[in-house]
């Protein structure tokens, strides 16, 4: 299974100010996932991130406010851009691997950002 | 609108029984289903996954699925209070759309010494 990093942990930011979270995977992937879920509710996807290509983001979520970064097959990073309150989440990377049963796909720690 | 749905619980069940989750999905396509534990605080783990109709056990769990009635479930026997956590059924959309995963919102789960 893949193992994956996250930075920061988790942060406390200002609103209006913007913040880059770092998605660090220890085996080259194409594709790497961001979630993010709010307080009290489950995942929702952000957006899918492919080397080489632009992100392509789900509906509801445009790439002003989360710009993301793929440079190579092991990172990528997501940035909350202009912070609001209502972006206080845990935002989650995640990678899928294929092994002898199927797909499966794995998060990473999480980021947890607080916005005042 | 693709969706997911669980009973939001709380499940609550004693010590030593079988719990029993529940998760029902709107997109026939669905190719992969998964479900996930998350304890307050931490990131989602995976407990197991299923790709066809039918039942497969790992341990103590057992996922189930019936395509036909587009049901997938989670069975744990010998429910311990350290599985005491939010299960999140999630399925992967239809075959290329390539590791997308649409969640539920997860059935909180108590189990009582």
């Known amino acids: 299974s893949a193992v994956i990093s996250q930075k920061p942990s988790r942060d406390i930011c200002q609103r209006g100010t913007s913040l880059t979270i770092q998605c660090q995977v220890d085996?080259?992937?194409?594709?790497m996932f961001w979630y993010r879920q709010q307080p009290g509710q489950s995942l929702t996807l952000i957006a899918t991130?492919?080397?080489?290509?632009?992100?392509?983001?789900e509906s509801g979520f445009v790439i002003d406010k989360f710009p993301i970064s793929r440079p190579n097959l092991t990172f990528s990073t997501l940035t909350v851009s202009n912070m609001s309150p209502e972006d206080s989440s845990i935002y989650l990377c995640?990678?899928?691997?294929?092994?002898?049963?199927?797909?499966?796909?794995?998060f990473g720690p999480g980021t947890r950002l607080l916005v005042l | 609108q693709k969706e997911v749905e669980q009973n939001s619980g709380p499940l609550s069940v004693p010590e030593g029984a079988i719990a029993s989750l529940n998760c029902t999905y709107s997109d026939r396509g669905s190719q992969s289903f998964f479900w996930y534990r998350q304890y307050s605080g931490k990131s989602p783990e995976l407990i197991m996954f299923?790709?066809?109709?039918g039942d497969k056990e790992d341990g103590r769990f057992t996922a189930q699925l019936n395509k036909a009635s587009q049901y997938v479930s989670l069975l744990i026997r010998d429910s311990q209070p350290s599985d005491s956590a939010t299960y999140l059924c999630?399925?992967?959309?239809?075959?290329?759309?390539?590791?997308?995963?649409?969640f539920g919102q997860g059935t909180e789960l108590s189990v009582k010494p």
């Open positions: 085996s080259q992937v194409t594709m």
């Open positions: 991130a492919n080397q080489g290509s632009e992100a392509t983001y």
């Open positions: 299923i790709y066809s109709n």
């Open positions: 999630a399925v992967g959309s239809s075959y290329n759309q390539g590791g997308k995963l649409i």
């Open positions: 995640s990678t899928f691997s294929w092994g002898s049963d199927g797909e499966t796909q794995y």
